[in-house]
Nanobody
Framework: QVQLVESGGGLVQTGDSLRLSCAAS????????VGWFRQAPGKEREFVAA????????YYSDSVRGRFTISRDNAKNTVYLQMNSLKPEDTAHYYC????????????????WGQGTLVTVSS
């Protein structure tokens, strides 16, 4: 069973950058699609970005496309979310989730979740 641990969150100012990491342990992580999701206070969890396994196709929500980049390093069992040009509306708990099927990940139907990391963007 794959286990996920997020890191890299923090307090930054508008326009700053952060890189989140999702480190996996356990089974063959390279055969899982991985997504990043976020949940702001009082709001539902939303999809942010996903990366498939094998072909490494990437997918983004409209709100982050062009500012965020998802990537993976299978040798390090880690998926990254590079976040640039951060805005106050990006403030949320960020979670990574993994599942073998990319279409399920994009829908948030993941079988494995991390514990989350908090990103706060001040104006």
């Amino acid at each position: 069973q794959v286990q996920l641990v997020e890191s890299g969150g923090g307090l930054v100012q508008t326009g700053d950058s952060l890189r989140l990491s999702c480190a996996a342990s356990g089974r063959t992580f390279s055969e899982y699609a991985v997504g990043w999701f976020r949940q702001a206070p009082g709001k539902e969890r939303e999809f942010v970005a996903a990366i498939d396994w094998g072909d490494d196709d990437t997918y983004y929500s409209d709100s982050v496309r062009g500012r965020f980049t998802i990537s993976r390093d299978n040798a390090k069992n880690t998926v990254y979310l590079q976040m640039n040009s951060l805005k106050p509306e990006d403030t949320a708990h960020y979670y990574c989730g993994a599942d073998p099927v990319i279409s399920d990940v994009r829908m948030g139907w993941v079988s494995i979740w991390g514990q989350g990391t908090l990103v706060t963007v001040s104006s």
